[in-house]
């Protein structure tokens, strides 16, 4: 294989391993996120019951400073009854008695009401607060075997940083160019080898002549269909066609 091509080919191969590093650590991030996603669904959870909780003993306060009103309403009539003069103040007094009767009845009734949101919602709030409890600890256990792993792959990564800028510096800057012009729309398939007399960027078959002069490996030798660079594994080779 052509020494140029043989760089060419060895850089596309780096590149897609710097390339593979990516997704590895973003799946190991996924892990935290998973977690700290689950936390943060129970948080909201908790934090819409404790706003079911402060409006229910605020609509109960309200509830029971209606009752003492009520109540001292109640005890004003009952005074005003020993000084009725007629049939019709007394009629008057018994309505609004009655009238009092009935929402104090429903205040009762409302405040009790209440009573059980407020219970139903703390219930529900000491039943997540253990899995909150366990995802919070998770989260954390999580994160320091993440950022284990991450280390190593930064390192790994690292490695292979290195064997690019020793190869990058010995290549010719042209065919560097040339290499990084295919790079920026072909990305990982910048170099792609030939099987089967087809080019496996495309995969559209090569003319006897392309494929022949990629056999060969004397020069550079891009696919006529999509531009990528071509070549044959070594162990690969075949003879071209007659």
């Not at 009520?70 to 020993?82: M, Q, R, V, W, Y």
């Not at 993440?146 to 510096?169: H, N, P």
């Not at 010719?172 to 089967?196: C, S």
């Not at 003319?207 to 690969?236: F, M, N, Q, W």
Request: hydrophobic share 35%.
């Amino acid at each position: 294989m052509n020494a140029h091509l043989e760089q060419l080919v060895n850089l596309s191969k780096i590149d897609k391993n710097i390339d593979a590093f990516e997704p590895q650590i973003e799946a190991i991030n996924a892990k935290v996120t998973d977690i700290a996603d689950k936390r943060n669904k129970l948080e909201a959870i908790a934090t819409n019951l404790k706003n079911d909780i402060e409006e229910a003993e605020l609509k109960k306060r309200k509830n029971e400073l209606h009752l003492t009103e009520l109540s001292d309403k109640l005890a004003e009539n009952s005074k005003k009854s020993a000084d009725v003069k007629n049939e019709r103040e007394m009629k008057s007094l018994q309505l609004e008695e009655e009238i009092a009767k009935e929402q104090i009845t429903f205040a009762n009734e409302e405040i009790e009401r209440l009573d059980k949101v407020i219970e139903n919602r703390n219930a529900e709030i000491a039943a997540d607060s253990e899995t909150l409890a366990e995802l919070v600890k998770a989260e954390e256990t999580m994160r320091g075997e993440v950022t284990s792993e991450i280390e190593a792959i930064e390192k790994d990564r690292q490695k292979v940083f290195t064997q690019k800028q020793k190869l990058v510096s010995s290549m010719n800057q042209k065919g560097l160019a040339f290499y990084e012009k295919i790079r920026r729309w072909a990305k990982n398939t910048t170099a792609v080898v030939v099987k089967k007399q087809a080019c496996y960027g495309c995969f559209i078959k090569l003319s006897d002549k392309v494929y022949a002069d990629v056999i060969k490996g004397e020069e550079i030798v891009t696919c006529p269909h999509c531009g990528r660079l071509l070549y044959i594994e070594p162990e690969e080779g075949e003879t071209p066609a007659a």
